[in-house]
């Protein structure tokens, strides 16, 4: 599995700086990276503690 995500980040056009960048966007309606929400945007919090914010989408600030 990491092979094949490290294979297809070598094959994009975006740098893994990028990808560092784009998942460290914060969210503005609950705080949260965008690496915290999951594929349909709802957060998932973090450090294995719910997000309470009842954010059910990621809005970038």
Known sequence: MVDNI???????YLSTDE???????????????????????????VMNKPCTSGCDKFEAE
């Not at 990808?19 to 919090?45: Q, S």
């Open 6 to 12: 490290e294979s297809k980040i070598q094959n994009s």
């Open 19 to 45: 990808l560092i960048l784009h998942f460290r966007e914060k969210c503005k309606i609950c705080g949260h990276h965008r690496i915290m929400h999951n594929a349909f945007g709802k957060c998932e919090g």
